[in-house]
């Protein structure tokens, strides 16, 4: 039940930054987390960053550094702040909804369409 609509994607040259918003509509619960998501042609889906109710981050290696995730849980609006891009970061970005529990562990149930993030040389 919860619509999630990625914003911000765009062409940048390396080295450039970019800042992409994700807006969830519909309910959320306060226990979930947020996440961003990419995936480049002919790679698997990798996460990116994740942030929890709380605030609390987590980053892909390649990740570290350069982006930092945030939300506005008063907006129901998660950001992905991208600096120094990469041409390796070029990929189609998600954001997601997800839970976590000890016995299942993770799952995001909700997600994104994406938006095309490409990093020229």
């Known amino acids: 039940q919860v619509q999630l609509v990625e914003s911000g994607g765009g062409l940048v040259q390396a080295g450039g930054s970019l800042r992409l918003s994700c807006a969830a509509s519909g309910r959320t619960f306060s226990s979930d987390y947020m996440a961003w998501f990419r995936q480049a042609p002919g790679k698997q889906r990798e996460l990116v960053a994740r942030?929890?109710?709380?605030?609390?981050?987590n980053y892909a290696d390649s990740a570290k550094g350069r982006f930092t995730i945030s939300r506005d849980n008063a907006k129901n609006t998660v950001y992905l702040q991208m600096n120094s891009l990469k041409p390796e970061d070029t990929a189609v970005y998600s954001c997601?909804?997800?839970?976590?529990?000890?016995?299942?562990?993770?799952?995001?149930?909700?997600w994104g369409q994406g938006t095309q993030v490409t990093v020229s040389s």
């Open positions: 942030i929890s109710h709380t605030g609390d981050t």
């Open positions: 997601a909804l997800g839970t976590y529990t000890d016995y299942g562990g993770w799952f995001f149930g909700s």
